[in-house]
């Protein structure tokens, strides 16, 4: 039998029977004891975050996650690596990043990146997949990484291999000392399987990012506002069984405020955005995103996309917006829904009500098809 699955255009949110200056709300995410003005990361995408990016970001109030698998600790000159990427054919851009990738990582690299972060004042956060974490987050943590991220497009507490020694997350969380996120899975059950292990943290969503193709090269996904309502349905299930809070994290698929809001009333304590990112003046991918993912070897399941240099970042965060069609301005757009909804903070945006609308970019929207 097949379940219904609703994504952002299939759902609206109901105003509140009180409302609140928007002011009032606090946005403010917390992982563990660190806090941030900005329930947003930024994606360990190469063409997002940068080491100069990820101190853009976090002077902002969010948190830049950088891949430590990327061009970044490749290469000690990456520049005319990010332009080879760029100014690539489109039928040409794949093969092109599988060489450039298929350079080694080097460990003294992964240290000079995140001391380059960290000697900005700014928290570090890094990411890295469930192979190299064992090997890769001892280094970044001695070199000062605040947060340690393992994260590959779909990842569970239980995987098997012919390894002799898998990577075993209660045991990593033991040996490290700074929070832990992982990620990333779509549903319940895997979600508290994971906070059962001691993670801080848990990254939402598979497919839905403009740079995937997962769902065409696999067919796997599941749209984001249902796999966000079962993952923090498992948090809230931990916290009252536990009492220990895991934070949500919506991954991908986020292209307007709107987007950003149902993503709260969804579930999520933060969310982390690559795209809309992607599109502003300080992101290294020059107008161009890709995912992490485009790079494999033998099953690419991603592209290089161009999505354009829109605006600076501080425009996107938090206006002034130009447009009228909510991709500028997310931290405006989030606060006037929680005065909407009255929440006075992100958890008691989700006590907020949604409704199924699936007519919602069509109902009295007559003039706005053509755009």
């Known amino acids: 039998m097949l379940e219904h699955a609703y994504g952002y255009d299939d759902v609206a949110i109901v105003p509140g029977e009180f409302t609140i200056n928007p002011e009032l709300a606090d946005t403010k995410f917390k992982i563990n004891e660190l806090e941030f ?36 600790t490749k290469y000690e000159d990456y520049s005319e690596v990010l332009e080879s990427i760029i100014s690539s054919e489109p039928d040409k851009s794949t093969s092109i990043m599988q060489q450039v990738y298929n350079q080694e990582i080097s460990e003294d690299l992964i240290a000079k990146r995140v001391q380059e972060i960290k000697s900005n004042n700014v928290m570090c956060a890094v990411s890295i997949t469930p192979a190299n974490t064992k ?55 895997v979600a508290l399987e994971f906070m059962h292990t001691g993670v801080d943290g848990i990254l939402v969503g598979v497919g839905p990012g403009a740079a995937c193709t997962t769902r065409e090269v696999t067919g796997l996904g599941v749209p984001q506002v249902t796999a966000t309502l079962d993952c923090s349905r498992a948090r809230d299930s931990y916290f009252e069984e536990t009492g220990r809070y895991v934070s949500i994290i919506t991954d991908g698929g986020i292209r307007t405020g709107g ?35 485009t790079a494999d070897r033998s099953l690419p399941r991603g592209t290089r996309v161009s999505v354009g240099t829109k605006w600076n970042l501080e425009t996107l965060l938090n206006g002034p917006s130009s447009t009228s ?28 009500k949604m409704i199924i609308a699936p007519s919602i970019k069509t109902e009295g929207k007559f003039f706005q098809l053509g755009k």
């Open 37 to 72: 003005d900005l329930p947003i990361l930024a994606s360990a995408m190469d063409a997002v975050v940068s080491p100069s990016f990820a101190v853009d970001f976090s002077k902002k109030g969010g948190l830049g996650v950088l891949n430590l698998e990327g061009i970044y």
């Open 135 to 189: 090997r890769l987050s001892p280094i970044a943590i001695e070199a000062g990484a605040d947060v340690i991220v393992v994260q590959s497009t779909v990842t569970t507490p239980r995987h098997f291999s012919r390894s002799i020694t898998g990577l075993n997350m209660t045991e990593l969380k033991k040996q490290i000392k700074v929070p832990l996120i992982v990620g990333n899975c779509v549903s319940y059950n």
């Open 325 to 352: 069609d909510g991709t500028q301005n997310f931290m405006g757009a989030l606060k006037n829904c929680m005065g909407f909804v009255g929440a006075y903070s992100i958890r008691d945006m989700h006590k907020a």
């Open 259 to 293: 987007d950003f809001c149902k993503s709260f009333t969804s579930g999520a304590d933060a969310v982390m955005i690559g795209t809309p990112l992607a599109q502003t003046q300080e992101a290294p991918g020059n107008g161009y995103n890709w995912g992490m993912a």
